[in-house]
């Protein structure tokens, strides 16, 4: 299978955005898994029932944003080993990936199973809201094993550049959840439970539909069944890159249901529509997740390449087009907010809310472009840590107390609350170009050889 995007040479700019692209389109299909979930339970359930999807969700989150970090360690050395053309560490890491992923799933799954009624007691899940959280976490939690395979699977193809074929996979999730959702919940009544029920089966959809493609299509490199084996220095390179990045994602998940927590108190029409925000939220900054994807890849393949200067070029050429989709959105939801909000529910009280909400979180969105493309950039580089330690400072330092600090003050709203997210990215861009002033280039690499 050959590169869809090529970093090594000509410009980089083209080689992102033709990179970006059907990543972006990736992502935002994959992101309509919970979306739909929302606006069809948001139109043709109850209140409860959206409640229920925004804290269930937020707690599968969890487990999609340790497995998409940790699966970070796979993009980045494939993406060193393919700007060094080493074959042998390709499918060396690809078989190691398979067995330590596979571990992974099937702790996640137990967990899950076991706790999915404990997790939605300490979410503070209003009373009402709790029996139907409880089962779309039970259902949701079947689909982990599939959840892991799809992010296993598109890390490989997405160090190596192509970012085409794993957005085929998810679009045949997306067709199928839509058809399951809309009856489910529609015609059968099953609410909360059914746009679960319809979750997990497209995602088991997508992940055997992968298997078949590149069953019949391969790799692009040798792969052998005898490569699937424990890899004892393969994996410790999977986790000492992918590690810092999947702790990192599962606190910051942490942050949010913290601060959901928090605004769960406010009542049921609060907790939708700080759900409602989310989920646009994962929409809206498609762009800017993209491009730091685009920048860590095009980064590793350079310096797996050599060329160090090139790998710079991509980060500040990244910066620069995250920027400017972050500038337009950020306006549009300052004066339409609530056309936006409307599309995932048709309660005129939660529709008003989370537009109020979405005014002043959204302008997170200009922070994270530099926040996202450095953060790649660090990964790439074999500082996967520092984005680690910057997040956790600002996220428990700085995210967390602010939303509860605005919580509190008299009269406060989420409005208020919303501002809490720009502050501590704002903390994070201040901390990450001193990390580069202070240690300067080179950076320690990844071992390439």
Known sequence: MKKEATFLSGSIGKAMIAFSGPFMLGILV??????????????????????????GSQLMTIVTQLVIGLATGITMLIGLYCGGGNNRRLSRTVGSSIILFGVIAAVLTIIYLALHGVLATLMQTPAEALPATKGYLLYC???IVFIVGYNVINSILTGMGDSRTPFIFILVACLINVVLDVVLVKYVGMGASGA??????????????????LKKKGLGFAFEKKDIRFDKDQILRIVRVGG??????????????????????????????????????????????????????????????????????????????????????????QFFGATLTGILTGDAQVISLAATYLKSYIIDILMVSFVFCMNGYFNSCGKAWFSLLHSLLTTFLLRIPLAFLFSRIPGGSLFEIGFAAPASTLASIILCFLFLWRLGQPFQEIEAS
Request: with cysteine; proline share 2%.
């Open 244 to 333: 810092p990045v999947a702790v990192q994602n599962v606190l910051v998940s942490l942050s949010f249901l913290f601060i959901t927590a928090i605004i769960n108190q406010m009542g049921v029409t609060a907790s939708a529509a700080v759900g409602v925000v989310e989920k646009l939220i994962t929409f809206l900054f498609v762009p800017a997740t993209a491009m730091g994807t685009a920048v860590g890849t095009a980064s590793a393949q350079n310096i797996g390449a050599g060329q160090k200067k090139r790998a710079k070029k991509a980060l500040w050429t990244g910066i620069m087009l995250a920027l400017v989709p972050a500038v337009i959105i950020t306006l549009y939801c």
């Open 141 to 143: 939690s079947l689909g």
């Open 30 to 55: 994959q992101n309509l898994y919970g979306a739909v979930d929302l606006f069809v339970v948001g139109h043709y359930a109850t209140t409860i029932d959206v409640s229920a999807v925004t804290i």
């Open 196 to 213: 679960a029920i319809a979750t997990t089966t497209a995602q088991a959809g997508s992940f055997f539909f992968a298997l078949i493609f």
